[in-house]
C-alpha cells in the first residue's frame, strides 16, 4: 500500500511524500451504542483501511485529494488558518480538516502547509467506520509531520473529538479507539468511561464474514442522534450521569419517570453492557457457542428494543443462524442500514456465503457484498 499511495502521491503532487500512515476499519464485535453511554464494548480491526500521504509546503496552503470517487481528481486547495466545513465533492475533507480543528484543543499545533492524499481500500457507508479510519490516518500523518509524539488515548481522542465537534456526529469512542488500539488476532476491550483500553486474543478456528447490505436509511445521522438523546434522557430520570451508572432494577423502579420509548432504549444498553462482560468471560474460557449465543442476543436487542435494526439487517442474521456453521450473527455499528457481521466456524465458507446471498436476492432482489475478514494491526506510521 505504501508504494502505491506513494506512486499516486506522486503523480498528483509532482513530488514524493515524506509520511505514510495507514489506519484500519473496524467490526463492531458486540456492546451496540454502549460506548457513549460510558459501557464497555468489544471490537476488532481489520485488514482493510485508509492510507493517508502527506509532505509539507511552504506556501500556507492546505491541499488535499483523494481516491473516495474513483479516480484522484484536481486536490482542493484550501487557505491554512482555522479550518473551514466543506460541503458537495469536498465534503470528505470535513474529517481530515476535523482532526486539524481538534489539536489546539489538545496542546498540539497544526501543520502550516501540506499537501494530502486519502486512500482506501475500504467500502464506505458499509458500517465498518472508514470515517474514523481516515481521522487517525490523518492524526497520525499530521502529527508526524510537526515531530509532535501524544499518546494512543489522545491520538484517539483526538479523532473522537473530530467527529463530535467539526463533523458533528455524537459517537462514542469505539470506532476510533479500535482503529488505534487494534492488534492483529485480537478483540479491543474498551471501557469506554475511563477510557481505557485493552486487548483480548481471539479464539483460535474463528472466522469473521461481513455482509453489508450497502442500505442506509436516509436520516441515519438524526436517528443516531436521537437514540444518543434517548439514552441521556433516560440517565437523568435515572438520576445518573450515564446509563453503565444504573442497574436492571434501578430501571424497573424508574419505569414510570420515562415514557416507554426512553425505557426500552435504556433496557437495550443496560443489558448489552451486561453481555459485554458475559462475552468478556466467555472468551476467557473459549466458550464459543456462549459468545456465539450473546452475539445473536445483541441483534434481537437492537431489534426490538433499540430498534435499530431494518428488515434487510434481520433477514440476514435470521438466515445466519438457522445454519449450524454459523455461531452467531448481529448488526455491526449504528445500524439502519450497513452490515451484518457472522462469527463462524471454519466450516462456513464461499459457497455457504453464496447461499445467504441467494436467499438475501430471492428476498430484496439485490445482493449484499460479502467480505472474508481478516483482523489487523491498528493506526501506524508505515
Ligand atoms: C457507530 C458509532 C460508535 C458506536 C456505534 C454503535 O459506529 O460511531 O461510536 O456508538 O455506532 O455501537
Redesign the pocket.
Known sequence: MKEKISAAFAKTFGRAPTVVTRAPGRI?FI??????NGGP?LGASIDRGVCVAVAPRDDARWRFASDYRGAIGEPLDLPAGEPARQSGNGGWTNYPLGVLAALPAFDLRRPEGFDFLAMSDLPAGS?L?S??AIELASALAFLELTAQHPDRTTLVQIGKHA?NHFVG?P?????QGVSGFGKADHLVHIDCRTPSFDTVPLPQGVHFWVFNTHTKHALVDGL?AARHRECMDAAKALGVDLLVQATPGALDAAHDRMTETVHLRARHVIEEIERVRATVHALQFNQLPEVGRLLTASHRSSQKLFENSTPELDFLVDTLTARPDVLGARLS???FGGAVMAMTGPDFDRRAANAVVDAYHQRFGACPDVLHMQTGDGAAVL
Open positions: 463492531e456492546g451496540n451504542h454502549t460506548d457513549y464494548v458500517g467506520s470515517s474514523a467527529e456526529v459517537c462514542g469512542i469505539l470506532d443516531y455499528g449504528g445500524g
